[in-house]
């Protein structure tokens, strides 16, 4: 599921919302970002088309409809992590690493939690 950099911010508000109606999805973009209502509705359209998003017509109002994520958050995050992985170090997260943390400012607890992360991956590996 290819979500675009524009598209996010709409999954945000379904993600965070759980369900959002279009007037409720573009006024919370549009206080966010500099966009026009009708561009957030084409976004919206197009999302429903990747199949990202699902809607239900209101029971008592056929004009109102009401959005909802169909993609997990989560999920779209892990794609979204792999694509720029690809992308930008063709795949060697060693090397993205390095050059994240080679330029962050870290703190020790931040450095002993990154420690732990590592030390259970290289657990998991070992016993693989």
Same mark, same amino acid.
């Given at each position: 599921m290819n979500?675009?950099?524009?598209?996010?911010p709409i999954m945000r508000v379904l993600w965070e919302n759980g369900s959002a109606t279009a007037a409720e999805i573009v006024d919370s973009v549009m206080s966010e970002r500099d966009i026009a209502m009708r561009t957030v509705k084409t976004? #919206?359209?197009? *999302?429903?088309? =990747?199949?990202?998003?699902?809607?239900?017509?209101?029971p008592d109002d056929s004009r109102i409809y009401h959005y909802r994520a169909t993609v997990k958050k989560e999920d779209a995050i892990k794609t979204?992590?792999?694509?720029?992985?690809d992308s930008f170090y063709q795949n060697? #997260?060693?090397? *993205?690493?390095? =050059?994240f943390l080679g330029d962050a400012d870290m703190t020790e607890e931040q450095i002993t939690d990154l420690q732990k992360i590592l030390d259970t991956k290289k657990k998991r590996n070992i016993r693989k």
């Open positions: 979500i675009t950099e524009a598209e996010w976004l #919206l359209r197009r *999302l429903i088309a =990747k199949k990202a998003v699902a809607y239900a017509i209101d979204k992590n792999r694509k720029f992985l060697n #997260l060693s090397e *993205l690493l390095g =050059k």
